[in-house]
């Protein structure tokens, strides 16, 4: 089924393009080199223009230094200001040192509420008021939160600084960089150091820049400043601001020297003169004349040389134009055209497409980094090419998708077990030691039948046989025309999860909290928030659908964030109600936890909604060990120390092991349904879920058994410790009006 995209290239298009070439040559040579003398200096000429205008721009730029330092040190100071905020708890010397040095700050004081100097960043003025009239006092009695002042004299130093300051909970902060940081920037403008750059200059020797009477005021050769030139010629250019240059000797040498007029807003400020020895001009006449003889074998060459660029670039532009450039596979676009021109034939066997999806290659990318994914991905499709390359075409469709083109087969058994086989493959460890070991993968798979006519179809259609896969226990799905059907529901729910987001009180989005019981009083001690979605076009939409299609569309941050801050204002309603010690509990993603200013946010959060830490309590799944355990159990230890109660919610049913759990920082075990389903009658076992109850109380945890609908099971929850239930024998999850009449029915 491939198809071979490789094309000859025609030389007969250059065969009589280099005959003329030769033989224009020939004649114009003796041309060629006298005009390499005149385009040398022409092109000196114009080079060294463009040096005096460079270095005229740089002097005016020198006179906007001041203003434009002004305006860094600004810009910096309000950045190191945000940042020193940040640090309110932490104000020790040495602290406060190491921000200075990652801040390039020359002053850190940190005051208390009364004005005084607690701590700075080199130990100096400890114990320092502020006085009234003082700046510092000034700033204390404002209601100013961030200031920036203009350069002023310190009081007790007498240096100059510029200075800002920012209020913070305990009190406030200074930060100072000293004003002579504005001459370090300025030497950058000084005229002397243009003079030497412009020295650098391959093409140039020396470079000299004189005043009004022709003397040598700066120059890159030292020796040269003080003498006066009086060329006749060079007098009269410089009186009419003309462009002069002329051949001399200096020094013994022949040289060639440019004047060119230096003009600053529009006012003459001197003469620059660039100087460059003719020996390379000399020499490149000298073997211009010399290369004369051999031109016709140099073009010939650099023609041929041409041709053979131009193939290897149409081959080169052919491979990145069908072939992935990670794995070597030959990519989407040639899939695309092995189908559509299959596709025009009339069908002689039975076809099919399988869509590989790499479902963990993201999370790979993430913990383990990107130069891991693509060492994974390039032993993946090694693998994958090495199984089925004797019978059918493997292609490397995405980043993270394979295809798997099939060109006969009799049943649908037949690609059930291809979807087996790649399954298998996945399973197979790919590296022993820093990697994981076995990766997830899920498979679309579409029938090729007679009706189809455009390539894009198939894809599309694969893809949405691949959207219907889930976990490894439906690795793999076959596409039919219902899927279409969902694929618009879905885009139809993603629409209003949208626009539900953007108008919050759209009353789409609403949360239902389920009371989390105590079993010992039979009191109502939490409840969990739970995400519900309905609307006119849709009516009820299943949590599991909109979260699923929230994680995929990227939306489930933002439908996070509005579900966190919902449920903290529930949570200030019952305060205000007078429940203080009771908890709100809401589901946090991984994607959510993984986001860099988590703890931030949560922070936020309960501080705008008025409630207490530990008013809130996060439930997170045991998918969260397969990520940066340390860099997660860290973030937990943060939220613990702030206040708030971390639960791993559906304990039992994913990746935990009982000794990654130990390690876990978490409060609360809830323990899935299915083991509360499973609670036996008089004389069978529950040995796993007893084994839970006491591997639990053993690691200090509390726990919550989720899914009590009978009172056989509440009674042997009661009996076997369990601390907590939750479920349809207590209540369902209620609105928020509801909860609360819920709650006020449990008080008497």
Known sequence: MSIQFRKTIDLKPYVIPMVLILATFAVTNVL??????????????????????????????????????????????????????????????????????????????????????????????????????????????????????????????????????????????????????????????????????????????????????????????????????????????????????????????????????????????????????LEKTRMVITRATALGTLTVVIVFTALFYALFTTYKQKRQLHNMAYYHGLTGLPNRSYLHAVLENNLKKSPMTKRALLLIHFRNFNAINHVFGFHSGDRVLRELGRKLQQAFQDRHELFHFSSSRFALLVDTYESREDLVHLATEIKRIAKVPLFSNDLPQQIAMQVGIVEIEDWYNDPDQIFTNASLALMHTSDDSNPYSFFNTDMETQLRREDLIERELRSSLAQPNSGTLYLEYQPIVDLKTNKIVAFEALARMSSEKLGFVSPVEFISIAERKQLIVDLGDWVLRTACQFAHKLSSAGYDNLRVAVNISVTEILQQDFFEKIRRIVEDSGVTPASLELEITESVIMYDFEEVNSTFQRLRELGVRIALDDFGTGYSSFARIEELIVDVIKIDKHFVDKIAYKGQSNSILNGLLAMSHNLGLQVVAEGVETEAQRHYLANHNCDMMQGYLYSKPLREDLAMQKLTASDL
């Open 32 to 277: 060629v080199v006298q005009a390499i003398r005149d385009y040398y200096y022409r092109l000196l000429e114009e080079q060294s223009i463009q040096y005096a205008q460079s270095y005229a721009h740089s002097i005016t730029k020198t006179t906007q230094a001041s203003e434009v330092i002004n305006e860094l040190l600004e810009d910096k100071l309000l950045s190191a200001s945000k940042t020193m905020a940040l640090h309110d708890g932490q104000v020790s010397e040495d602290a406060l040192g190491e921000l200075a040095d990652s801040l390039g700050l020359d002053e850190i004081y940190f005051y208390n509420s009364e004005g005084e100097i607690v701590s700075s960043n080199r130990g100096q003025y400890l114990g320092w008021t502020a006085y009234p009239d003082h700046p510092v006092f000034d700033f204390l009695i404002s209601d100013l939160s961030v200031l920036v002042e203009d350069i002023r004299e310190d009081t007790e130093s007498g240096n100059l600084y510029k200075y800002a300051y920012i209020k913070t909970p305990t009190g406030f902060f200074q930060i100072g960089i000293q004003a002579q940081r504005v001459e370090e920037f300025l030497s950058a403008f000084e005229s002397q150091r243009l003079l030497h750059d412009i020295a650098l200059t391959e093409s140039v020797d020396t470079v000299c820049f004189l005043d009004h009477n022709l003397v040598v005021q700066g120059s890159s050769n030292p020796d040269l400043v003080g003498i006066q030139l009086e060329q006749a010629e060079l007098v009269r250019a410089a009186q009419a601001n003309e462009i002069y240059s002329s051949i001399t000797s200096l020094n013994g040498r022949e040289v060639y020297q440019v004047y060119v007029p230096v003009f600053v807003a529009n006012a003459k400020t001197g003469t620059l003169v660039i100087t460059q020895s």
